[in-house]
């Protein structure tokens, strides 16, 4: 018993040096560098004329052709507001002529630059813009007013450089087609019908098109674009939605990373080559770092990596840090707790500072500069799995020319997608009577009208997709056009054991839809599952239905 209490003391005072050499060694870490980061960190200000942290940035950054301004989370309310404060007064100033979001599509907003140019109605600019915040919407609204009355040259742009999303780049393609009068196959036209149809969580036609059937669509319109050289004339954005689509065909078959940050920088390229401009970019951290500091990234090219390499000293990138809050990220819009670490860069400015947020200027002195170089955790967001994390980040201070951050950390509210889906799961065990021994009909009327006849990747669309034992085995998708009675027969195959029916709308502004048979049996399209949180639904009766996109 006497070896047992002599044990436990001993590892209680090893606990207790532990703790106290633990403490020292943070208060001295704190205390080394603190004079040094308040002398360097500039806090926000509300107002323009005193803002001493936007004069000093505008000073830095009058002989940039790029600035990065990088997120640490992808769900946080501070960070985003800080990048369109900075964009409003950077494009007051005559120092950004093209906003460019990292992460939203090239083939998604092509469409929202047209608006910001020419559009005249706010309700349809924010609808534009999905999975945004307030402050993001209200700065397309602003750029849509600063452009008004002004001369082409003196406009600024509004565009995105991702190719993830391998429906829109479909659709553009579409809207090439009718708008040129362009030929393709019926194959090609099919193919292209079904990517920009499906919802965004079915990839299944990976397993129906090879890759190389899919990619010959952008080669044969390119052909027929390059027949008739007065469309090539009036409209330069024609083969860059090509190439887009190619690239983002790659991506979304290969699920190859370098391709994505790659064709982020052919989309900036190809804007810089279409006017003298000075571009700012919002994307993740991770996206815009100038060099390798990221060490869940590390083996990835990305898009700053690129341009660092490319425009050297005209590249400049504000990079993000936090200390503490939540913060929303990932496809079901999950909360989560802000990481926190005594060796972490968003918690060391904490205990130096005493204002809530501003820039650090971490350059500015060798000493702050050699201390942030060393090896500091800093926030990341959300993972694939959905796991949050802070990994180690190398080289902070050479890989972001300064550092944005903000004490509290609050959820991002993010709008919708401005989509609907309603669904039907079908079995022969729990509703055999809607499953014919060997095929299944489908029947539906509607009429509906997009958001613009002009804006937006509009699509409306039912379909039927098969499964054996949870794996997908076969589909097929329906378009349907404005005013339309579409029927749809499938046969099943021997070993499906369920299917599911997707009726789905992306950018339409109002639908009716009614009259669903069902192997030639009414069926109540009430009873089906509703997803749209864009979207009133009203039901008219148990037949009928009418969606309308909130304003």
Excluded at 284 to 305: A, M
Excluded at 329 to 347: E, L, Q, R, W
Excluded at 415 to 425: D, E, I
Aim: some cysteine.
């Amino acid at each position: 018993m006497k070896v047992l209490k002599i044990a436990f003391l001993i590892i209680l005072i090893i606990s207790t040096v532990s703790f106290i050499g633990f403490k020292l060694y943070s208060y001295f870490l704190i205390r080394s560098i603190s004079s040094a980061v308040s002398h360097a960190f500039l806090p926000d200000s509300q107002s323009k004329e005193n803002d001493n942290s936007f004069l000093a940035l505008k000073s830095v950054i009058k002989d940039k052709t790029i600035i990065g301004f990088g997120e640490a989370t992808h769900g946080t309310i501070e960070l985003r507001a800080a990048f369109c404060v900075l964009a409003k007064r950077l494009i007051e100033d005559g120092e950004v002529n093209v906003v460019a979001f990292g992460e939203r599509d090239f083939s998604e907003i092509t469409d929202l630059n047209s608006y910001v140019r020419y559009g005249d109605d706010n309700a349809t600019g924010q609808h534009l813009l999905p999975y945004a915040t307030d402050a993001e919407q209200d700065l397309v609204l602003w750029i849509r007013n600063f452009n008004k009355g002004k001369d082409e040259k003196e406009k600024v742009d509004v565009i995105g450089l991702d190719i993830y999303n391998v429906r829109a780049a479909a659709s553009n393609i579409l809207t090439i087609l009718k708008s040129y009068d362009l030929e393709a196959s019926p194959e090609q036209i099919q193919i292209l019908n079904v990517i920009s149809s499906l919802p965004f969580y079915y990839n299944i036609y990976k397993d129906k098109y090879p890759i190389d059937r899919v990619l010959s669509i952008a080669d044969t319109l390119e052909a027929e674009v390059k027949k008739n050289k007065d469309i090539i004339q009036d409209d330069p954005l024609l083969f860059q939605i090509l190439e887009t689509f190619r690239l983002s065909v790659q991506f979304r078959y290969t699920g190859d990373q370098r391709l994505r940050d790659a064709g982020m920088f052919n989309n900036l390229l190809w804007a810089m080559e279409q006017r003298p401009s000075k571009t700012l970019i919002f994307g993740h951290n991770s996206h815009l770092e100038k060099e390798v500091g990221n060490t869940l990234s590390s083996g990835v090219p990305r898009l700053g990596h690129m341009i660092s390499e490319r425009f050297a000293d005209e590249y400049l990138v504000i990079g993000s840090d936090l200390s503490e809050g939540k913060y929303q990220a990932g496809p079901n819009n999950m909360i989560y707790n802000i990481p926190t670490s005594y060796n972490k860069i968003g918690n060391i400015l904490a205990k130096c500072l005493k204002d809530s947020s501003g820039y650090l200027f971490w350059n500015k002195t060798d000493t702050l500069r050699r201390f942030f170089n060393n090896d500091r955790f800093i926030t990341y967001g959300v993972l694939d799995t959905y796991a949050p994390t802070y990994p180690i980040h190398k080289n902070s201070s050479d890989a972001f020319d300064i550092l944005y951050w903000s004490e509290k950390s609050t959820p991002a509210v993010i709008s919708g997608n401005n989509s609907f889906t309603l669904f039907l799961p079908i079995s022969k065990n729990t509703n055999a009577n809607l499953m014919g021994a060997d095929s299944i009909s489908i029947s539906l009327s509607s009429t509906f009208s997009h958001l613009s006849d002009k804006l937006g990747n509009p699509t409306y669309s039912f379909g039927i997709a098969q499964f054996s034992e949870g794996k997908n085995i076969v589909y097929d998708f329906v378009k349907m056009d404005y005013s339309d009675n579409r029927n749809l027969l499938l046969d099943i195959k021997d070993n499906c054991d369920s299917l599911n029916f997707i009726i789905y709308g992306e950018s339409v502004d109002n639908v009716i839809l009614k009259d669903l048979y069902i192997n030639e049996k009414s069926f109540p399209i009430t009873k089906m599952l509703y997803d749209g949180k864009s979207y009133n639904s009203k039901k008219i009766n148990d037949s009928s239905l009418e969606l309308s996109l909130s304003h």
